[in-house]
């Protein structure tokens, strides 16, 4: 069973900064495309960022140019480094991936931005 554990969330002024983390186990990691999701309260869950196996990513329109997400491999670790924070950026934050058909999810970290 995949294991996804994120941490790093917390609670930032608007334009800070936080680096989100997301260690996965039991899957040989470089060979899949993970997720960064959002969901807000009582709001649907958002697809905020991808990258895929070979390091290409795409974000949603509203992060562009802010956040990043990136991978390392040889630690089995996915990032999202979340630069110049907007109170509309306040969600739980999620990871995800798709292994075998079946969706795995983390236990998702909370952001708080305050303005």
């Known amino acids: 069973q995949v294991q996804l554990v994120e941490s790093g969330g917390g609670l930032v002024q608007a334009g800070g900064s936080l680096r989100l983390s997301c260690a996965a186990s039991?899957?040989?990691?470089?060979?899949?495309?993970m997720d960064w999701y959002r969901q807000a309260p009582d709001k649907q869950r958002d697809l905020v960022a991808t990258?895929?196996?070979?390091?290409?990513?795409t974000y949603l329109n509203s992060v562009k140019g802010r956040f990043t997400i990136s991978r390392d491999n040889a630690k089995s670790t996915m990032y999202l480094q979340m630069n110049s924070l907007k109170p509309e950026d306040t969600a739980v934050y999620y990871c995800?991936?798709?292994?075998?058909?079946?969706?795995?999810w983390g236990q998702g970290t909370q952001v708080t931005v305050s303005s």
């Open positions: 995800h991936i798709k292994w075998l058909g079946r969706d795995y």
């Open positions: 039991r899957i040989v990691f470089s060979e899949y495309a």
């Open positions: 990258i895929t196996s070979s390091g290409s990513t």
